[in-house]
């Protein structure tokens, strides 16, 4: 199994994995989402859409990224995209601190959580790629 073939596995498994936590908030939890009308995360299927389409429009925007902008400017757009998955992560982290949120189910909450933390996993891999000097398959990364 390639590198490339496993880092797509893990990426499918963890977005199931919070497509399920988000989809399965407790009695409030559903409320909640019943109130804001979060219908993107009402059910599993819709929750398993809306992550795979966050993660898929993320790595497409790597790979644009990595094969499109030169060697020397494409590793301060993952900084960029590695800062704002940050700041995401802490915006969730003090959102779900407040009594409301915290009363939505753990299941509920981690999958809050992990999103962000997926897509930091895919910036800091692919800026690692970079940083490290790994060309493409053409060996046209030379800068």
Request: charged fraction near 15%; glycine fraction near 10%.
């Amino acid at each position: 199994m390639s590198l490339r073939l496993s880092s797509f596995l893990l990426l499918l498994v963890l977005s199931i994995t919070d497509a399920y936590l988000l989809a399965h908030p407790n009695l409030v939890g559903r409320l909640g989402i019943l109130l804001y009308k979060h219908s993107y995360i009402k059910t599993f299927p819709r929750a398993l859409l809306t992550v795979l389409l966050v993660v898929g429009i993320s790595v497409l925007l790597c790979e644009g990224l990595y094969r499109y902008v030169r060697h020397k400017n494409v590793a301060y757009g993952y900084l960029v995209l590695m800062l704002v998955s940050i700041g995401w992560f802490f915006y969730v982290y003090v959102t779900f601190s407040t009594f409301t949120y915290r009363i939505t189910g753990k299941a509920f909450i981690y999958g809050a959580h992990l999103l962000p933390v997926i897509l930091l996993g895919l910036y800091g891999r692919y800026f690692v790629k970079v940083k490290l000097g790994k060309g493409s398959a053409d060996g046209s990364r030379n800068g």
